[in-house]
């Protein structure tokens, strides 16, 4: 079991480029989360699918964000236009169903210059 | 307000004392989990909890649900305990995720 896996690890983008941050969650989990930590604001919940479905995403940027979960074994979180204000760790993580202990990849550590 | 309250912020101990980090929560929840984020950013499970008490090694955690808080004990404090710890909890009134405090920065001395 190789844990929660994101890629990549950082990111540099320009202000206005798009980013692509991917995560494959533990097999067999059905519930994939995002966060985003920064010093400032600490850890903050982003999206939520369940068995690949959008179940909540009211922590997310309505405008230049998006995630999606094709299939059970990737999901993927988009910004486009990246601003100097998304710079932050992305943090990914799984879980097996609603009462168990969720387990998060290492991150992906955006800078947007 | 915050919805999940950390204390302390921060807390420095010499190796081998003993310690004890607390959550108070404002959201109703009912399961309760411990992290420890180390130097490298990987957040680690520490305790996933129901209301009581579980211990694994030198650390204990309780949560009590009618009073709204949670602790965690660190007992023989080591070098490698060293990193921020987060509680986070699930709020029942809501949506199905973790809200996470702020974080005690811990720093362990020789």
């Known amino acids: 079991n190789a844990g929660v896996i994101q890629t990549p690890r950082h990111k540099v983008t320009g202000k206005g480029q798009e980013a692509t941050l991917w995560c494959e969650p533990i097999?067999?989990?059905?519930?994939v989360f995002w966060y985003r930590q920064t010093i400032v604001q600490g850890l903050e919940f982003l999206t939520y699918?369940?068995?690949?479905?959008?179940?909540?995403d009211s922590g997310m940027p309505k405008e230049r964000f998006s995630a999606q979960m094709p299939n059970q074994s990737h999901s993927t979180l988009k910004i486009q236009s990246t601003q100097p204000q998304d710079s932050a760790v992305y943090l990914c993580?799984?879980?097996?169903?609603?009462?168990?202990?969720?387990?998060f990849g290492s991150g992906t550590r955006l800078t947007v210059l | 307000g915050d919805q999940v309250k950390q204390s302390p912020s921060a807390l420095s101990l010499q190796e081998g004392t003993n310690s004890a980090l607390r959550c108070n929560f404002s959201?109703?929840?009912?399961?309760v989990q411990w992290f420890l984020q180390n130097p490298r950013g990987s957040l680690m499970n520490l305790f996933y909890?129901?209301?009581g008490t579980k211990e694994n090694g030198r650390l204990k955690s309780t949560f009590n649900s009618k009073e709204s808080y949670s602790t965690l004990h660190i007992r023989d404090a080591q070098l490698e305990d060293s990193g921020t710890y987060f509680c986070?909890?699930?709020?029942?009134?809501?949506?199905?995720?973790?809200?996470f405090g702020k974080g005690t920065q811990l720093i362990i001395q020789p």
């Open positions: 993580a799984s879980r097996r169903d609603s009462a168990e202990t969720l387990y």
């Open positions: 097999s067999g989990h059905s519930a």
């Open positions: 699918f369940r068995n690949q479905a959008p179940i909540d």
């Open positions: 959201i109703a929840t009912t399961t």
């Open positions: 909890l129901v209301p």
């Open positions: 986070a909890a699930v709020n029942t009134g809501g949506a199905d995720r973790l809200t």
